[in-house]
């Protein structure tokens, strides 16, 4: 391996292991929103260990657990700027660790920047399954909201109902005329979308009149039709969010506070991601093929 050259605020991560998420496969296959230039490293998050620091480098040192917040950590080694890098408690397991920087924070921010939610509120989500899906699940839980989820596959209802999950539905449900008796005579607050098509059309029409529903995924690659009415009468406010987005708008301070909000979640066991498989990054080929297998049991991830 070539020895990187470390500037002086910069810091060498040893990487212990990263996920292969969809946004990955998809900056591979050249459909993603935004592009990194060729040649690249992929990896868009992941967990690692300081090596050494550059000579202007406070508040990290040698043998940290930390978070690196940039792109390329498919890779044994990275060099991170310091405002790149969130240092993490000891004693986390590394492949829960490695899967903190996306999807927990994607719920977490989605549960709090579109409109204000008090504990029993209801909110819904396509898509339940997912990372970002349990990760809203298991948030929420915690934050004291409830939670109505779609899910394709009626067989994974079981376990999102013992996981935390309110109510789990499969995509066939008519939620226009039965999200109120799902939710207790009440409607939602907030919809959550990662599917599209007909399954974001489905959360729209469950909301309260004034929500917002907010798209962030595309899983399904169909795009949503908004009939009239549900902006006419229902003034459902149609958004959408991205993590790079809020990375590079938010303050270092309240990225940082996030990331240790959701590392304290995951140290008390609030937070787990199931995995599918974990591959040693020799075969990081196999590992990218099994990942773009549909209705996997969790996430694959690739071990330095
Ligand atoms: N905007 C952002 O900042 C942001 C951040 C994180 C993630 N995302 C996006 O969020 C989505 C989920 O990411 P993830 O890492 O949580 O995913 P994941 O854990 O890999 O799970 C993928 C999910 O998509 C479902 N799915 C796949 N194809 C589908 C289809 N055709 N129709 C309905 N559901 C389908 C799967 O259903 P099964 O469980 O039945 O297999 C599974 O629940 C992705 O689109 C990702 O790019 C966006």
Known sequence: MAALELGANEVLVRILAAPINP????VIEGTYGELP???CTIGNEG???????????????????????????WAEQMLVPTEALV?????????????????????????HDFIPLQPGDWIVQNAANSGVGRAVIQLAKALGL??????????????????????????DADLRSEASALCGGVLPKLALNAVGGASALNVANALGVGSPHVTYGAMGRQPLKIPNGLLIFK??????????????????????STYETLAAYLAAGVLHT??????????????IAEASQEKRTGKVLLRM
């Open 47 to 73: 967990v690692g260990v300081v090596e050494r620091v550059g000579s202007s480098v406070v508040g990290f040192a040698a043998g940290q657990t930390v978070l690196p917040l940039a792109f390329g950590t």
């Open 146 to 171: 409830r939670t109505l989820n779609v899910v394709r596959r009626a067989e994974l209802i079981g376990e999102l109902l013992q996981m935390g999950a309110d109510v789990v539905v499969t995509e």
């Open 235 to 256: 003034n459902i406010c149609f958004r959408g969010f991205w993590l790079r987005r809020w990375k590079e708008t938010a303050s270092l301070a309240e990225v940082r």
């Open 23 to 26: 946004a990955d496969l998809n």
């Open 87 to 111: 240092a993490l408690p000891e004693g986390l397991d590394p492949l829960q660790a490695a899967m903190l920087t996306v999807n927990p924070a994607t719920a977490w921010r989605m549960l």
């Open 37 to 39: 230039s060729l040649p």
């Open 274 to 287: 199931p995995i599918h498989r974990v591959f040693p990054i020799e075969e990081a080929l196999e590992a």
